[in-house]
């Protein structure tokens, strides 16, 4: 079973988990708030929550005062209960890696290791995994080919790079690819695939970041996609009913461009959001799963029926928004 | 369909210079080579006969009074109609029949508006034989009656009268503009159409719905109300559905409620109809025409006048259309030579 596979069938069960409906109820309860606003830009799903409620308190007293709504103390302890389960299933799809390579840590690979949120004494659990589904992803990630290239490439790393050593490479390196864009790969990678030899000391490096990077990706979008099933239940669609124009699919990168008319208020597509692309590729119809990099007017402010454009990087079935571009690294 | 222009100072004669072409056996037999048909001697000669009878008969009606004009530009109409047809498929067509039958209202002082014809006849009636070769198959036999009214509504370039004459009726196509668009170096293009048009027919986006084949040439409608204009993107190669005025200006037409079916005609087949029922009148009921040509207080003679000049100008035209597989657009433009300058 591959990666997405799995991944889709554990969402299949969340879906109709008891414990959906009260984290869907409680995050439907903030939506129209300030918290939620600004906890949903942060792109960290339930963890953007908790994060602008920590600082709530920093953020009044701020020149530019910034006003958040107070949480029920439940409501964190429930937000924080549903983040935890994340985060453990997180780590325990990553755990051969981190197992062989001691000083690449969970949190080098965490979706969340930008963020700093203050430890949270007291959570309600719940059970929102299914064992069964849950296992079958974990099983189907230990598979995932990122995480043997990673083994594989880690001779290269001395034995005194740091966990923070790792975290900052990680960050450089996406960095560099939010820079090019979906639809180019970042100059500095073009230059080592077409200038060192696949097994020169530095390539092999360069693939071992890679991979931690792809492996942070993928686990991002696992969350992604669990978040998205809880809040949203399906994911939006551009396809033949709001693409005005398809602009082109690049095999380097897996990215494409389009422009969609945009949707009514309940459907509007953000950045960082997955989504599924159905379009006409070279005569045949193709149904992608990309995540939007980039939007155009960014701001949802526009009217429905009014076009806007889109970047788009497909993810493949590792749940990998970079494999394609890095497939030849 | 592309577009062809052609620069002309006089597209009423110009058009039957290009029609007149299909009146010599040669070039009805090269036509019919690059369309990889065989013609028999009856079909050429039966072509360029309806052709000769068709300028023939839309001069005598240019020349004519109103008395009796339109019924000689029916008859000039359905020669064209059928040499048309003999040209595109190679046959001669099974007609044994008008293909409509004409209806007087009951309504008390009607109006010609009221005037109603009846298509029948779907196998050897000239309307319906006639349509499904103009009008991609248009069933209009058994869909029920055509009012005046409604033919007039349908025809772009008489909007304007028929607003004026026909209040409160609203036509059946609406004024749209083709606008060409980029973001990020990618060109697109989409139908526009004012929202203040469009809010007359009261619900909007049902009448949005209603345009001819909406939802085969573009992308479903979202519409804002507040926006003075609704967007129509088209679907990746999906095929224009305006109709256009003598003047290049692009409609979208709406479908007509017949019973139950939304249906509608092509621009040349609903001018067909015009005239049928104007020539049916005139000849069947000279006790009706004559009082209205020369007493009418209403203005609908006026409507009727600007029908008669638009099918005289255009009908010849819309033919030309279906045989060049083009939109002939006539044109008259001045060149200006920016290296010489003149004195006020």
């Known amino acids: 079973m591959t990666i997405r596979k799995a991944a889709f069938e554990l969402c299949k069960a969340v879906g109709i988990s008891p414990a959906k409906k009260q984290i869907a109820d409680l995050i439907g309860s903030i939506r129209n708030t300030s918290l939620h606003y600004h906890g949903h830009e942060l792109h960290a799903q339930v963890l953007g929550y908790l994060l602008m409620h920590q600082k709530r308190t920093k953020f009044a007293e701020e020149p530019i005062a910034l006003k958040l709504e107070a949480l029920d103390e439940d409501k964190v302890k429930l937000l924080a209960g549903f983040h935890r389960q994340v985060t453990d299933l997180n780590e325990r799809c990553v755990k051969p890696l981190v197992d062989s390579k001691p000083n690449c840590t969970y949190k080098v690979l965490s979706p969340y290791n930008h963020f700093d949120l203050e430890p949270i004494p007291e959570i309600i659990e719940i059970d929102i995994f299914a064992k069964e589904q849950t296992d079958n992803l974990v099983n189907a990630f230990h598979s995932h080919p990122q995480i043997k290239i990673a083994i594989d490439t880690a001779s290269v790393i ?146 429905p029926g009014e076009p806007r454009y889109a970047e788009l990087r497909e993810i493949d079935e590792n749940l990998n928004p970079y494999g394609i571009m890095f497939d030849s690294l | 369909m592309k577009i062809t222009r052609i620069q002309s100072d006089n597209p ?220 129509l993107y088209y679907k990746p190669d999906s095929t224009d559905v305006g109709i256009y005025s003598t003047f290049g200006q692009k409609y979208l037409p ?14 040349i087949i609903f001018m067909f109809m015009g005239l049928y029922a104007l020539g049916y009148i005139s000849r069947y009921y000279p006790e009706k025409w004559n009082p209205f040509i020369r007493t009418d207080e209403t203005g609908e003679r006026l409507v009727i006048e600007k029908f008669m000049s638009i099918c005289q100008r255009y009908f010849p035209n819309l033919a030309l259309n279906e045989i060049r597989g083009a939109r002939i657009q006539f044109v008259y433009e001045i060149e200006v030579n920016p290296f010489i300058s003149y004195e006020a």
């Not at chain 2, 009146?23 to 990889?36: C, D, H, L, M, V």
């Not at chain 2, 370039?157 to 004459?165: H, S």
């Not at chain 2, 709406?254 to 621009?267: A, E, F, M, T, V």
């Open chain 2, 254 to 267: 709406l479908n007509h409620q017949k019973n139950g079916n939304q249906i509608c005609p092509s621009q």
């Open chain 1, 158 to 303: 001395p034995a005194t790079f740091s966990p923070e050593h790792y975290i900052q490479h990680i960050l450089e390196i996406e960095d560099a690819i939010k820079g090019a864009g979906a639809l180019e790969r970042p100059q500095e990678f073009v230059e080592i695939i077409e200038r060192q030899h696949p097994s020169s000391p530095n390539r092999i490096y360069i693939r071992h970041l890679v991979a931690l990077t792809s492996l942070r990706a993928s686990l991002s979008i696992l969350n992604e996609l669990l978040y998205s099933k809880i809040f949203f239940d399906q994911l939006l669609n551009i396809d033949e009913n709001n693409t005005i124009k398809f602009g082109s699919y690049h095999y380097a990168t897996g990215g494409s461009s389009v422009i969609f008319q945009n949707g009514g208020l309940i459907f509007l597509v953000e950045t960082d959001d997955i989504i599924v692309l159905r379009t006409n590729l070279l005569g045949e119809i193709a149904t992608k799963f990309c995540r939007v990099e980039k939007l155009d007017p960014h701001i949802p402010i526009i009217m």
């Open chain 2, 12 to 231: 009423r004669v110009d058009q039957w210079k290009l029609l007149s072409q299909f009146s010599y056996p040669t070039n009805i037999n090269r036509f019919a080579q690059e369309k990889g048909l065989t013609f028999s001697k009856e079909t050429v000669d039966y072509i360029a006969g309806c052709i000769r009878q068709s300028e023939a008969y839309f001069s005598a009606a240019e020349s004519s009074p109103i008395d009796i004009s339109p019924l000689l530009m029916y008859y000039g109409a359905t020669n064209l109609l059928a040499g048309t047809s003999a040209l595109l498929t190679g046959n001669k067509l099974p007609l044994m029949h008008h293909g409509m039958n004409f209806h007087l209202p009951v309504v008390v002082n009607p109006k010609i508006g009221d005037y109603e014809i009846n298509p029948i006849r779907p196998t050897d009636g000239a309307l319906q034989n006639f349509s499904n070769i103009f009008s991609n198959g248009c069933l209009l036999t058994g869909a029920g009656r055509w009012s005046v009214l409604e033919i007039f509504g349908s025809i772009p370039d008489l909007i304007e009268e028929f607003e004026i004459c026909y209040q409160p009726a609203l036509p059946f196509c609406l004024p749209a503009k083709t606008i060409r668009a980029e973001m990020h170096g990618l060109e697109f293009y989409y139908d526009r159409i004012d929202m203040n048009l469009v809010s007359k027919y009261g619900k909007v986006f049902e009448t949005l719905m209603a345009i001819s084949n909406v939802s085969n040439a573009y992308i479903p409608i979202r519409i804002n109300i507040p926006n003075p204009f609704a967007k």
